[in-house]
Structure formats: C-alpha cells, structure tokens
C-alpha cells in the first residue's frame, strides 16, 4: 500500500515537517527534522526513480478524483530523475548547514530558517511530481515565496532589497505564467499536462493560445533567470546567507528548466509546437547568456556575485539545450540539470567554508587560501574544472552531449560558440584559483584555520559527485536518456 | 484611547459578537456563503478592531508570538492531517470518503477538518501580519 503513495509522499513529508519546525522554536531540534526529512525525500525519491525506469511512469489521483478533473500526480523518468537531484541536493546542504547558518543568520532566526529551507523544498518537489498546470503554480507560490523570506535572511541589509527585487519579478513571473493557463484553460477547459497536450493542437492557432504561449514561456523564463529576464538573480544570490544560495542555486532554476521542459513539450508539443518560433528564441537567448554572462562573470570583485552569473551562463547551455529540439539536445540539457546542481553545489558550499573562516567572500580576500585552507580550496579547484567542461568531470560530459547535438543538426557554429565559451569560464575560474594558489597571504589569513571537518565532508561529497559521475556517467546518462525519450514520445 | 469611552465600551460589546459570527461563518461554510479562509479573515479582524482600540501590548498578552505561530501552523498540520488520515485508512491522499462508515458523513466531515484548518491558520496569519505592522516603531 505504501508503495503506492510514495508520489504524495515526497511531497507531504516535507510540507507536514514545515510548520512542526515553525511550532518548535529550538534550532537543533529543528536542523535534525530538516535533515531527516530531506533524507527521507531522498529515500523517497530514488525508489520512484528506480520503480520509473522499470515499470514506466506512475499516476497517482489526489483524493480519489479520476484524472482530467481531478488532480493528478505524475512521476516519469525525467520527473523521477529531478527528484533525485532536488532532494540529494536538499540533504547535502542541509548536513553542511548547521554552522555556516549559525555563523550567517541570527540565533533567533534559524528555526524559521528550517521551516522556510522544508516549503521551499516541499514546493520544488510539488512542481515537479504534478501533472497539472495549475496545481504547479500553486506550488511555485511556495517555493517562490519561501525562497524570498530566505535570501532576506542574509547578514547585510542589502539582502532585503534583493529579495524584494526578486518578489517583484518573480509575482510578475507568475502572474504571467496563471495568465497563460486561464488562457489555455479558456481554449480546452482543462488543466491536466497530458490532457491539455491533446487537446492544444486543435485550437494551436489561435490568437489565444499564441498568447498563452508567450505569457507562459516569459513567466517561466522570469523565474529560471533567462538572460535577458534575470536581473533579480545575482543580488539575490550574493546577499543570500551562503547555505540558501548553494541551495537555490543548485535546485530552484533546476525545477524552472524542468517546468520549461515540461510545458514546451508535453504541453505544447514539442517539435510540433506551432505558433510561435519558441526554440529560435530559446536558441537565442542561449547563446547571449552563455557569452554574455559569462562574460560579466570574469569582472566580479566577490566571489558569490561571480559565481551567480556563471550559473546564468549555464542556464544558457540549459535552454540551448533545449531548442535544438532533438533527443541529444534534450539529453544534454537533462543531464546538464544534474550536473550544474553538483558543481554550483559544490563551489557555493566551498564558499561557505570561505565565508566561514574569513569572514568575506571578496576575491581580493583570499589571497593565499590555498595553503591555509588546503581541502577547502582543493574542493574550489576540482568544482572549476567541472564548470569548465575538463575531461573526467560531469562538466565534460554536459558539453559533450551538447556539442553532440549541435553537430548531429549541422550547426557548426553553434558548436564553436559552445567550445569559446568555455574559454571564458577558464578565465573567471581562473582568476579565483589564481588568487588562493599564487598570491602571498595577508596578515589576517594566516591565522586562519582550515573548515571543521562536519562541513568539509559535504563539500567533498558533492566535489566527489562531479568527478565520478564525470567517468562513470552510465547510471546518470541512461536516466536523461529515457527521459529525453519521454518528452520526445509524448510529444508525437 | 483611555478617553474614547464610547469606542471602548462599544468595542467590548462588539468583540464576542464578531468573534462568534466568525465561528457561525466557519461552521455553517459547508451549508451556506461561507468557509474557514473568510472566517479566519473574520475573526482576525475582531483583534484587529482590539488592538485599535486597546493597543499593541494588551493585545499580544492575548495572543503572544509563540501561541500565534503554534496556531498558524497548528492549522497546516490540521489540514494536512486530515489528507494522511484518509491515506492511512486506505484511500488516497485528500480522500475524505473513508473517514467515515457512509462516504457522504465522510465528505462532511473531511470538508469541516480542513477548513477548521484553514480558519485557524488564516485567522493567526492576519493578526500577526496586523501586529508585525502595528508594533513596528517598539520592538518587544
């Protein structure tokens, strides 16, 4: 019997664990229902992922109600696979949390804390099991709104504008996307993913679902930061308490590119998308931030900023991905998802050991780093080579799909584009190793300490993570595989 | 305050009836206009009216932060408790027509927990929105 509820139950677990640790205002009590429930979500989700991809996808019906009317829970290969990364993710972080939160976050804040990290994490699981439109935004409203009271919760003042910023943009980000849906709920008279994918193509041409169409892909593209819709990202992500941007930046824009993924393909069909030129656009913008952001990337002064526009530079890779439109294509991008999460996980947290230990993220602050902080900074350098596509990293193995996908369609271009920006994030990766590993240490950091060991090995799990999942990609690759193929089938 | 007689007399007369009308809105929800968001709403309000009359610090010794957060999360394990427990009785998630021997009594009563739920929550949520905006110039 529990077998069958385990899709409500990556859901409930964390969402019932919120408000427990909203009532009880002791914060290790709190921290270890946080964990426990972020493992048990783990749990959770890697028995879906391996029932999934032998049994095919599960449907579960919210309240006994049959499917199109009702609510339906939808767990197939690629939602299964980005629960995986979503609550993996969600664990690691967590386990590194307790000191970094103690040392960014007021003692009678962090309690809160927890209960905000469960509804965000409760929201993202929600947005990718369900099979229904509306029910999604739902879930984006927790996620979205959890995430603003967590970014407020960093040190500087200026964390505040930035999450209200980034309230601003990402209600109108909403709005938008509800927009979109009472539109196509006007059109077909229903909510359900997989309905809606069969009833769409009747009315496609219309002038009321072109619209739907626009409203929905910018609303999502104001919460996934495509450039140029991501201005709230890097103050967001720089005035963060570091353990809420590893977490979002490793999760939140991940569940967008799932949602984009789900909408341009189940939705509205795929390659059969007519109407409007969704992948040109998409190629695009892709392109722009991959060179654009990057490119920005290379002249930040604080660490946390510069690693927040290079995730916009992957997001870049994530929708050009996506508009090849291809299985490889869609490949990349899937598998992109969890690659990006390892490396962005890996080198946020190393920068909670930073901020830690130096009380500062400035690059100019970590002259020397390399020897005080020798694991630490060891952990920095093997999470920049990922991001940089070496050889025996899971970054390697993303570009190679990618660049796969852009020669099987002929564009030569697009490949070189592909390898060029991976020059300049050499350069901006550089420029921090540079720093720790060449320069002669100020005063103040030689007397600094190494990272306690409790926070050292959740770096090296997921700095680990990105070089055995870089050589034995099997496991990670057929899984974004069967995805692809979903999305493909589903799409006629 | 202390010399609008009439506002304070008259407030403590309205207070049982507006926070017993908010009760009648919650439980009559099922059977007429009404439900556990607007009586939430309700009876928020009657503190609000309170705490415009008798101020902040009479007002919180009423309601203090940890009662009203037990409250505004008590409402969310309320509402989710009703959906495990029709899961543990063998439907799904949300099913209200287990809870009960006739599907019917099931529904009623499935329906009246949630919005019990949600009453609660609503209700904790609005004074303590009111009391974080009214108490901003003092902090406790």
Known sequence: MIVGQLPILQVIVPLLAAPICAILPFRRLT???????????????????????????????????????????????????????????????????????????????????????????????????????????????????????????????????????????????????????????????????????????????????????????????????????????????????????????????????????????????????????????????????????????????????????????????????????????????????????????????????VFLRVGSVQISQMAGLGRRMPWTMAAFVVGGLSLIGVPLTVGFVSKWYLIQAALEKGWWLVAVLILLSSLLAMIYVWRIIEVAYFRAPGDDVLQIREAPVMMLIPVWILAAGNVYFGINAQQTIGAAQSAAAVLLGSGG | MNQHAVLRVVTKLLMPAILLFALYVQFHGELGPGGGFQAGVIFGVGFVLYTLIFGVRSARQVAPPGALRTVLGGGVLIYAGVGVAGLLLGGNFLNYSVLSHDPVHGQELGIQLIELGVGTTVAAAIISLFFIFAGQDRPE
């Open chain 1, 31 to 353: 921290w270890l229902i946080a964990l426990a429930a972020s493992l048990l979500a783990l749990a959770i989700a890697l028995t879906l992922l391996d029932q999934v991809l032998s049994d095919g996808p599960i449907s579960y019906l919210l309240g006994d109600w049959a499917a199109p009317w009702g609510i339906e829970y939808r767990v197939d290969p690629l939602a299964a696979f980005l629960l995986v990364i979503v609550s993996a993710l969600g664990s690691v972080i967590m386990l590194f949390a307790p000191t970094s939160v103690a040392r960014e976050i007021a003692d009678d804040r962090i309690f809160l804390f927890h209960a905000m990290y469960l509804l965000n994490l409760a929201g993202l699981l929600g947005m990718v099991v369900t099979g229904d439109v509306f029910n999604l935004f739902v879930f984006l409203e927790i996620s979205s709104l959890s995430s603003y009271v967590m970014i407020s919760l960093g040190q500087s003042r200026r964390a505040l504008t930035a999450a209200f910023q980034y309230l601003i943009m990402g209600t109108v980000g909403a709005t938008f996307y509800v927009i979109g849906v009472g539109m196509m709920y006007m059109m077909t008279g229903t909510l359900n993913m997989a309905d809606l994918g069969t009833r769409l193509p009747a009315v496609a041409e219309t002038r009321t679902i072109i619209a739907a169409m626009a409203f929905v892909v910018v609303g999502i593209g104001l919460k996934l930061a495509m450039v140029p819709l991501h201005f709230w990202l890097p103050n967001a992500y720089a005035y963060a308490p570091t353990v809420v941007s590893a977490f979002l930046a490793a999760t939140a824009t991940k569940v967008a590119v799932y949602v984009l993924l789900r909408l341009v393909f189940t939705v509205f069909g795929g390659p059969a998308m007519v109407g409007l030129p969704v992948d040109q656009v998409l190629l695009v913008l892709g392109i722009v931030a991959m060179f654009g952001a990057s490119a920005v990337a290379i002249f930040q002064t604080d660490a946390k900023r510069l690693l927040a526009y290079s995730s916009l530079a992957q997001i870049g890779y994530m929708v050009l991905g996506i508009s090849f439109l291809t299985a490889t294509g869609l490949t990349a991008t899937i598998i992109h998802l969890f690659n990006h999460a390892l490396m962005k996980g890996a080198l946020f947290l190393v920068l909670g050991c």
